[in-house]
C-alpha cells in the first residue's frame, strides 16, 4: 500500500493528485500517525520523519516535481526501477515516450526545437539513461541526436513501429511510435550528419512559398539550413525578405 504521510501542503496536493489522475490506489495519514498494515512505501517531504520502520521505502517529494515522485513510488512497487529508456519518434512534431523497466510514465507529442530539451529533463538524475530515435525523418532525428550531447543514444529501425489507429485515436500514432521505438534494440551513435537531399531541399522551398505573404521561395542555402536544424522556417523566411 502506497502511504502519504506529510505536513508540506504543497507535496501532498502535487503526489494525491498525481496519484489519483494514475488511478492508484492509496491512503494518507499525519506524521505521528501509526503506519497501516501492508505498507510497502511511503512519501513524504524533504526533511521530514514519517513513522517508517527500516523495511519501508522512503520516497521524498519534490513540490515542483509531484510526477518524478509518484514514478519511482511506482517503480519502488515494480521490485526495481528498471532502465529509464526515452523512445522518439522524429518529426516536426515528435512523439516521445519515457519507459521505465516495462512502463510508460510519461508521453510527449512536442514541437522538433523543444524535443532534446523534454527528453533533457525526462532523464535527468536517471541512472544509466538511453534514448533511442527512430531512423525515419533522417533530418529531424539527426537534429535531436545532435542536441542530445552526453546522453547515450540509439539509432533504431523504426519500420513498423506506427501501429493501425482506430477510431478515436487520430493524432497518436507519433506517440505510439515512440513508444514501439523504445522497446527495440538499435545501433549506438553520437551524431548523425546528413546532407539534404535535392528533394528535400525542394519540399522546404515550396513549404517556405506557402508561407510567405510575397509567395516568394527562399533560396537553396536558406532551405538547406532549415533543413540542418539551423534556422526555422519563419527565420529563414526572415533572412529572405531582408536580402
Keep these: 500500500m502506497i502511504v502519504v504521510a506529510t505536513a508540506d501542503f504543497e507535496v501532498y496536493h502535487g503526489v494525491v493528485n498525481e496519484l489519483r489522475d494514475r488511478g492508484v ?4 495519514i499525519e506524521l505521528d500517525d501509526t503506519l497501516p498494515e501492508r505498507t510497502t512505501v511511503v512519501v513524504s517531504a524533504a526533511g521530514e520523519e514519517p513513522p517508517t520502520p527500516d523495511d519501508v521505502p522512503v520516497v521524498r517529494a519534490d513540490p515542483d516535481d509531484p510526477r518524478r515522485a509518484v514514478d519511482e513510488v511506482l517503480a519502488t512497487l515494480r521490485g526495481g526501477s528498471g532502465r529509464t529508456v526515452v523512445g522518439v519518434d522524429p518529426g ?3 512523439g516521445v515516450a519515457v519507459c521505465s523497466g516495462e512502463m510508460v510514465v510519461a508521453t510527449f507529442h512536442v514541437p522538433l526545437a523543444d524535443a532534446a530539451e523534454v527528453v533533457r529533463e525526462e532523464v535527468d538524475d536517471a541512472v ?9 525523418a533522417r533530418l529531424q532525428g539527426a537534429k535531436i541526436i545532435d542536441d542530445l550531447e ?4 540509439e539509432l533504431v529501425d523504426e519500420t513498423g513501429t506506427t501501429p493501425y ?5 487520430r493524432g497518436m500514432g507519433d506517440v505510439l511510435a515512440a513508444v514501439n521505438i523504445a522497446r527495440l534494440e538499435g545501433e549506438r551513435v553520437e551524431s548523425r550528419t ?9 519540399r522546404i522551398k515550396e513549404r517556405s512559398r506557402e508561407r510567405s505573404e510575397e509567395n516568394r521561395a527562399i533560396d537553396e542555402e536558406l532551405a538547406r539550413r532549415v ?12 533572412e529572405h525578405r531582408e536580402d
Excluded at 490506489?25 to 494518507?28: A, E, P, V
Excluded at 546528413?194 to 525542394?202: A, C, K, R
Design 25 to 28: 490506489t492509496f491512503t494518507t
Design 92 to 94: 516536426e512534431r515528435p
Design 128 to 136: 544509466d539513461p538511453l534514448v533511442r530515435v527512430g531512423d525515419g
Design 150 to 153: 552526453e546522453i547515450p543514444v
Design 165 to 169: 489507429l482506430g477510431t478515436g485515436a
Design 194 to 202: 546528413i546532407e539534404p537531399t535535392t528533394g528535400e531541399l525542394q
Design 227 to 238: 533543413a540542418l536544424g539551423e534556422l526555422s522556417l519563419d527565420e529563414a523566411l526572415g
